[in-house]
Nanobody, 116 residues
Framework: QVQLVESGGGLVQPGGSLTLSCAASGTTFSTYPMGWYRRQTPENGRELVA????????NYADSVKGRFTISRGSIKNTVFLQMHNLLPEDTAVYYCNLATADKSFWGEGISVTVSS
């Protein structure tokens, strides 16, 4: 069973930076598409933040382009999200995602709060 563990969240001032990490366990030797999503309020659904395909093609939400960078780690199926120039509207619970051919897996989520 695939499990995803996120780390690196917390409280940061506007304009600050944070890096989120996600490590997958229970995967095979394959490289899978992975990504970060966020939920800004409990009433909202999860929205795409950034994704990286199995061929390292990258996609960003317009709201984070130029500020966030998604990258893979040296360990297979790990992914990072570097977040710079954070804004109060980036406050959310961030979720890591890994997609296999027939199933999508989610981490439990990690909180990021941008506030002075």
């Amino acid at each position: 069973q695939v499990q995803l563990v996120e780390s690196g969240g917390g409280l940061v001032q506007p304009g600050g930076s944070l890096t989120l990490s996600c490590a997958a366990s229970g995967t095979t030797f394959s490289t899978y598409p992975m990504g970060w999503y966020r939920r800004q309020t409990p009433e909202n659904g999860r929205e795409l933040v950034a994704t990286i395909s199995m061929y390292d093609s990258i996609n960003y939400a317009d709201s984070v382009k130029g500020r966030f960078t998604i990258s893979r780690g040296s360990i297979k199926n790990t992914v990072f999200l570097q977040m710079h120039n954070l804004l109060p509207e980036d406050t959310a619970v961030y979720y890591c995602n890994l997609a296999t051919a027939d199933k999508s897996f989610w981490g439990e989520g990690i909180s990021v709060t941008v506030s002075s």
